[in-house]
């Protein structure tokens, strides 16, 4: 070891985030020293780290710990180091320190790394197991790294994922993809999916996650009735089709006496049956008979009045119609999820983004029903995103509005400014819905386009929704005739078709392709013609 200069300093003169007092100065040359184990895994040394440790040597010294036979083991300053050593210096500044525990290196190195190069959210994972194995609690942990106890928690969570842990080191993902993929870690092929989602598009991961969330909850729905079903002794099929020309639903049937026919009355013909049908809030059974010629049913037309059986078939460009509603409805209540999360998050914020008072005039312009209507009910939606508690349910929205303005009092001017952008986004967010994607107004328009400016990474049926916007929506006077009146009579005509599009799955189609009634007739032919 090369020892160009020493300096003694007291313990009482070492800085206090280190915790522990400095022994001596002294320059040393690089190529004695010992790399201690380190949280960072790997050093990353660039061309230009290297050239400015050459030309200026290593301005901040390195923290080495003495061992018990004087070796030094460098603590702090492993890239440092490495480019001393890299760029041919005989001799850098080191601070010797008495040996510490395990957990105090750990904490030393994470504070190090981070103010010098962030670590990879996998080293810091790793570290933080480390600290846990050793005793060390997780509210202890955030105290001493000066981070939040949520973060601590999620990343010892990732460390009992061995997929997550892989995935997150190998591709540097980070502690929040790291976090979703542990949902998955009993399916390798989400766990692959979801991480090539975030290799390649990561814009586009949480909405990925959300579907595949959706997609398990709505398995685990249809097994559990399904389970309930067969319990029940009814056999249950797969969803027949919207051109069956056989199999239809009890509500559309008579038996022979022109009574209508319910499951309990059918429960013992041999056509009986049901399966399992998209509910709005869910899924429920839908009862059928597969045979009602044979079993000597009725149908009823479309003023309700019995006739014969007959079969029917849909055109191809219906089906095809038919699935793309169902589709991008499921698509739409995916990307809902995801964006009023990212919502939150930015009613959080202390400050607005810079032009949150061109979408605020906007708003005020010309959707200003869209607040009013969101503050006759309380505000339910802007005290959620706000994180108030819920509004009861007074019919004039008194306490929304009660909570409301004892948060906005106690807000400085910038963070009530957030409050207001709140009240305005969430008034917009509250008339969106599943019928938004297939008739979409400027104001819808302009909100997603604002959201994607501010941040929000755009899910395939909001930027469908745009493109339809942007096919439809092509001159200047368009935009005065799609505020205001005709805007809400665009929606209100979306949401008449998308009344029977949330039921696409469950119902059985015949010849004419109709719901029960003329009324149901015209809202297919709507559709038809969309």
Known sequence: ???????????????????????????????????????????????????????????????????????????AGQRRTLAAIEAGLASIPVRIIDATTDAERIVQQV?????????????????????????????????????????????LTVAKSPPAVAATREHDLTLDQGLVLT????????????????????????????????????????????????????????????????????????DTEGARLTPEAHATCPGHGAYIANAYDGHRPEYVCMD?????????????????????????????????????NKAWKSAETVRRTWLRDLAARKTAPK?????????????????????????????DLLGLSAPKATGYGYYGRGALSDLIAAATPARAQVIALTLALAGVEQRTGTHTWRNPSVDVARYLRTLAAWGYGLAEVEQTTLARHDATHTAPQDDQTDDGEQGDQDEQDAEVVDEEADDDEEETYDEEMAYDGAEAQAQNDALADA
């Open 1 to 75: 070891m090369s020892i160009a200069s020493t300096q003694t300093m007291t313990p009482a003169a070492a800085p206090d985030v280190e915790q522990v007092p400095a022994v001596e100065f002294a320059h040393i040359d690089p190529t004695t020293l010992t790399i201690d184990v380190n949280v960072r895994t790997t050093a990353s040394l660039g061309k230009d780290f290297v050239a400015s440790i050459r030309e200026h040597g290593v301005l901040t010294p390195i923290l080495a710990v003495r061992q018990v036979d004087g070796a030094l083991y460098v603590r």
């Open 111 to 155: 504070i190090e790394n981070d103010q010098r190069l962030a670590l990879p959210d996998s080293d810091r994972i790793a570290a933080f197991e480390q600290l846990s194995l050793m005793g060390v609690s997780p509210t202890q942990i955030a105290r001493r790294l000066h981070t939040k106890k949520a973060t601590v928690e999620g990343a």
């Open 183 to 254: 949902e998955f870690e009993d399916a390798p092929g989400l766990v692959e999916a979801l991480t090539q989602v975030a290799v390649t598009n990561p814009g586009a991961f949480d909405h990925t996650a959300q579907r595949l969330r959706d997609e398990r909850a709505e398995q685990a729905a249809i097994e559990a009735l399904t389970a309930s079903l067969t319990d029940a002794g009814v056999t249950v099929i797969d969803f027949p089709g919207w051109d069956s020309p056989v199999i239809t639903r009890l509500s559309r049937l008579r």
């Open 292 to 328: 009602p010629k044979a079993n000597a049913h009725t149908k009823d037309d479309l003023y309700g009045n019995p006739r014969p059986v007959s079969g029917g078939a849909m055109s191809e460009q219906e089906k095809a119609e038919r699935r793309e509603v169902v589709a991008n």
């Open 355 to 383: 032009d949150a008072g061109m979408f605020l005039a906007h708003v005020l312009a010309t959707r200003a029903d869209d607040v009013a209507h969101a503050a006759a009910a309380g505000h339910t939606l802007a005290c």
